[in-house]
């Protein structure tokens, strides 16, 4: 049997006491929550990079455009979500071991044809909105609004986009 994986917050943290009203047990938990949503966000941006350096065909061009402009929202997200887990006073898992171990969203061997990278992204995406909407229950509890009001814009973002990229898929 494998060795269970630690979390990013087992890591130890600064010897400096945390009081901003959430427990430290809240706070572990929200993130650790927040690392899966961090490595699920990370292994979305890198397939979507990916996705946009290597479609071919003829929306060739659309999807490029679109890529970019998805990926280069996805790297500003992963600055915030790192924030506040550090926020919050644990590590942000930094590497790929980490976001590989943490993450639900798993990467996509190969490069697929135009519409296929569209359906990967199109599950990708909703993963990344199911991770975030799991989170809600805890953070609600903590009454951690930071946190909820992050979680809030990354779902818009998440499926907002799966419905663009799903509409493509529509004949």
């Known amino acids: 049997m494998p060795a269970k994986k630690k979390s990013p917050t087992t890591r130890k943290s600064s010897t400096t006491?945390?009081?901003?009203?959430?427990?430290?047990?809240?706070?572990r938990t929200i993130a650790d929550g927040l690392a899966g949503l961090l490595a699920d966000s990370y292994t979305l941006y890198l397939m979507t990079h990916n996705f946009h350096w290597n479609?071919?065909?003829p929306m060739?061009?659309?999807?490029?455009?679109?890529?970019?402009?998805?990926?280069?929202?996805?790297?500003t997200a992963l600055d915030l979500i790192a924030e506040r887990i550090r926020a919050l006073g644990f590590p942000a898992p930094g590497t790929y071991q980490e976001f590989v171990a943490l993450a639900?969203?798993?990467?996509?061997?190969?490069?697929?044809?135009?519409l296929e990278m569209?359906?990967?992204l199109v599950r990708a995406q909703e993963a990344t909105a199911r991770t975030a909407r799991a989170l809600f229950s805890v953070?609600?509890?903590?009454?951690?609004?930071?946190?909820?009001?992050l979680l809030t814009q990354r779902l818009d973002v998440h499926e907002k986009t799966a419905w663009m990229l799903r509409s493509l898929l529509e004949e």
């Open 17 to 27: 006491v945390i009081d901003i009203g959430i427990s430290a047990a809240a706070r």
């Open 60 to 75: 060739f061009n659309t999807l490029h455009l679109m890529f970019m402009g998805q990926y280069t929202e996805q790297w």
């Open 118 to 120: 569209v359906t990967h």
């Open 104 to 114: 639900s969203v798993r990467e996509v061997a190969g490069v697929p044809k135009a």
């Open 139 to 149: 953070v609600e509890r903590a009454r951690d609004q930071p946190t909820m009001d």
């Open 55 to 57: 479609v071919t065909g």
